[in-house]
């Protein structure tokens, strides 16, 4: 409501101002018309902000989309974790990255640290996580 009131007075100063530095003429009609009219724009902004109806489908995000992503990765990276426990009895790190496209929220890449250094069961991960459907996987050992 400041902003709205700081530019009324504002337009309503400039037409002001204007009107008294403009010579006389045929282009002071003109000027004099364009001013009110930017004033009287100004003055209804607030009426036409009732009629409009805002969507997603122009162009505007209601959510913050970034954040929500990084949410969305960090709760997949802990469930991640907890199923690969559950199936390999081993302790893992994963770090899934969630993005959003314009449309959908789609994981762009997994990766999975193993406390093992064993390469059967790291091969035994990438398979499984393939059978997921994930995509752009990266399994390693952590380095001792």
Do not use: H, W
């Not at 004033?39 to 009629?51: K, Y």
């Not at 009895?89 to 770090?95: A, W």
């Amino acid at each position: 409501m400041k902003t709205y009131l700081l530019t009324a007075a504002a337009v309503i100063f400039l037409s002001v101002i204007v009107s008294l530095i403009i010579p006389q003429g045929k282009l002071n009609k003109t000027i004099v018309f364009v001013m009110r009219m930017a004033c009287i724009l100004v003055l209804i902004q607030p009426i036409t902000g009732i009629f409009k109806i805002k969507t997603s489908s122009q162009g505007e995000a209601i959510y913050d989309t970034e954040y929500v992503a990084t949410v969305y990765s960090k709760n997949q990276s802990g469930s991640l974790e907890k199923l690969l426990y559950s199936e390999f009895e081993e302790e893992c790190v994963c770090n899934v990255n969630v993005v959003y496209d314009g449309v959908n929220f789609t994981v762009e890449s997994v990766s999975v640290q193993t406390v093992s250094q064993n390469n059967k069961l790291i091969e035994d991960i990438y398979e499984y996580l393939e059978q997921l459907g994930y995509i752009n996987i990266t399994v390693y050992a952590k380095s001792p």
